[in-house]
């Protein structure tokens, strides 16, 4: 790669992170760290589907810290549904956020080339 591809690449990955960047600043959704999953589980019926290996299922859950402790519990509930709208929205800013980081690496690594290359 030379210099001008070199330039041209980091400005394509510059102009990729402004969107990323002006998500997270203009975004006005509460967030709630945490994460979900889906359960699913057994019961004790005798004659029901999940002792043939059926289970029941997909449960929503959430996976918060409280008090200092980590917790699961159930988010299937109308009630609920402040606290997951929070939750997805803390994990879209982690993976936005995670995508920046990839780019800032991969510029990272073509200015370490860009001064390898003006250093010759």
């Known amino acids: 790669m030379n210099l001008p591809e070199i330039r041209k ?19 006005r959704s509460k967030i709630l760290p945490g ?8 019961c004790t ?3 029901c589907k999940c002792t043939r ?3 029941h299922g997909p449960f929503l859950y959430l996976n918060l810290t409280v008090d200092g402790k980590r917790t699961q519990r159930y988010a299937g509930k109308k009630s ?25 690496k991969e ?12 250093a010759k």
Do not use: C, W
Not at 9 to 27: A, D, F, G, T
Not at 35 to 42: E, G, K, N, W
Not at 107 to 118: K, M, P, T
């Open 9 to 27: 690449k980091i400005v394509s990955l510059q102009e990729q992170r402004l969107p990323l960047e002006l998500k997270i600043i203009n975004s």
């Open 53 to 55: 290996g059926e289970k």
């Open 107 to 118: 510029i990272d690594s073509l200015f370490n080339l860009y001064r390898s290359l003006l």
């Open 45 to 47: 019926k005798g004659n």
């Open 35 to 42: 994460s979900l999953i889906q359960v699913f589980t057994s």
């Open 80 to 104: 609920d549904k402040p606290i997951v709208a929070k939750v997805k929205a803390y994990m879209d800013y982690q993976d936005t956020l995670a995508h920046i980081r990839k780019i800032n």
